[in-house]
């Protein structure tokens, strides 16, 4: 099979992995890849923050909880709940892809971003997971006063998170709806 069939096919999202931290040139070659993604004009209005620090990242997921049993729903609550809840499953990276609000297409471009980074972490045997509850960081004044630490400039909302590690599971594959596709010839 063609090598880059083979690593999309591959990719899973991973939720279980190694504490040892991913090697410093294989996280260069993922970024790499992230800002070559197609986006809108190459208008490139993203930001990407690297976090590699434990106690950020565990500050981060006490605020998304408290912010979750605050504000979210029932699912996310039960989530939540759970003693071993942690929003980015200890995964020793985390990139936070933010963006300027108001660019035409930017959440598609971040999407295909996020994407080129699952692929190259996949490319690389890293594992890797995309985040969207990372949103809750941002729903309470004590989230949002982490911005300045992460390195959001003023006008820059959240899209994603994506967790990046050394995987410590092979989960299947989730089962895809197949009837999704028309063809007009
Ligand atoms: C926009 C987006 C948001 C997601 N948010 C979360 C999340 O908050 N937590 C999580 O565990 N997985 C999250 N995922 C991962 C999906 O659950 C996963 O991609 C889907 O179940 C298919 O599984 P696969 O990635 O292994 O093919 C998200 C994926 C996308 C694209």
Same mark, same amino acid.
């Given at each position: @099979? ?11 999202? +991973? ?17 790499d ?19 590699q620090?434990?106690a950020?990242?565990?500050r @981060?997921? *006490?605020?998304?909880?408290e ?29 936070? +892809? ?7 297409? +930017? ?13 190259a972490?996949?490319?690389?045997? +890293?594992g890797?997971c995309v ?14 006063? @982490?911005?300045?630490?992460?390195g @959001? ?15 410590? *599971? ?16």
């Open positions: @099979m063609n090598e880059t069939i083979k690593v999309i096919k591959n990719r899973r999202s +991973i939720r279980k992995y190694k504490a040892e931290q991913i090697n410093a040139a294989e996280l260069q070659e993922i970024l890849c992230a800002i070559l993604a197609p986006n809108a004009m190459n208008q490139q209005k993203w930001l990407f923050t690297v976090i620090s434990k950020v990242l565990d @981060m997921v *006490e605020i998304i909880k912010n979750i049993f605050n504000a979210g729903n029932d699912f996310m609550k039960e989530r939540a709940s759970s003693p071993d809840y942690h929003t980015f499953y200890n995964a020793p990276t985390v990139i936070l +892809i933010s963006a300027v609000e108001k660019a035409p297409w +930017i959440q598609v471009d971040c999407g295909l971003a996020a994407e080129n980074i699952t692929l972490a996949e490319a690389q045997n +890293i890797s985040i969207a509850s990372s949103r809750m960081l941002f729903a309470s004044e004590k989230g949002n006063a @982490m911005r300045k630490e992460l @959001m400039p003023e006008g820059y909302n959240h899209v994603c998170a994506i967790a990046l590690g050394y995987k410590d *599971e092979n989960p299947e594959t989730p089962a895809r709806n197949k009837e999704v596709f028309n063809y007009v010839k």
